[in-house]
């Protein structure tokens, strides 16, 4: 493997990390590559010089998200941006006041198990998912050493497949309950139509 430049080390994850300091604070980007690296250092002094970056040992979880968001806007479709704010919305009451510094893997263990009281298995999975994509943004910026939700595992399914319980014929019973109850309405035919052909 060729010499890295200085300033720069392999971590044990394979990944490059970059290291810097500015005002007397150190810096850490880490990427796949020097080139990414580079590039995403340029990113974050632009980002200093404007103001853009507060003290990373005062950032907050939900602080950093926004500026996340920002950055992603004209990037991912509307749709995607209005699906991960209604997902960060579950992560917030528990992480969102807390310093990103201060975030380990055991609150995202907590989380996960919270979650999974609420919610269901893929819907759980998709909100630590997209918190993993936060904090590993926060680890590129140099704001945290390392990603603390590296490690947690995604939840194994338990509920039964969509097969078994939503997409399956009616049974005979509920074919004549569904009917009497229906025998008013004015989609009456439709509803027979296609309960009958089976579409």
């Not at 919610?119 to 630590?128: A, F, K, P, Y």
Request: hydrophobic share 30%.
């Amino acid at each position: 493997m060729a010499r890295l430049p200085k300033g720069y080390t392999k971590r044990s994850d394979g990944r490059i990390q970059y290291a810097f300091s500015k005002d007397g604070k150190r810096y850490y980007i880490c990427a796949n590559s020097v080139k990414e690296c580079e590039q995403k250092a340029d990113e974050l002094k632009e980002r200093m010089k404007a103001g853009l970056v507060a003290d990373k040992k005062n950032v907050t979880l939900s602080a950093y998200y926004q500026e996340w968001k920002e950055r992603r806007k004209g990037i991912v479709k509307p749709a995607t941006e209005y699906t991960q704010e209604r997902r960060f919305k579950k992560i917030e009451p528990e992480l969102g006041y807390m310093k990103l510094v201060k975030i380990e893997r055991r609150h995202v263990f907590k989380l996960q198990q919270t979650l999974k009281s609420e919610l269901t298995t893929s819907g759980t999975n998709l909100i630590i998912t997209l918190l993993h994509s936060i904090l590993q943004s926060a680890a590129d910026d140099g704001i945290i050493p390392r990603n603390p939700s590296d490690g947690v595992k995604a939840l194994k399914r338990t509920e039964d497949k969509a097969a078994e319980n939503i997409h399956r014929p009616l049974s005979e019973y509920e074919v004549k309950t569904f009917f009497k109850y229906a025998s008013d309405s004015w989609y009456y035919d439709f509803f027979r139509f296609l309960i009958q052909t089976g579409m």
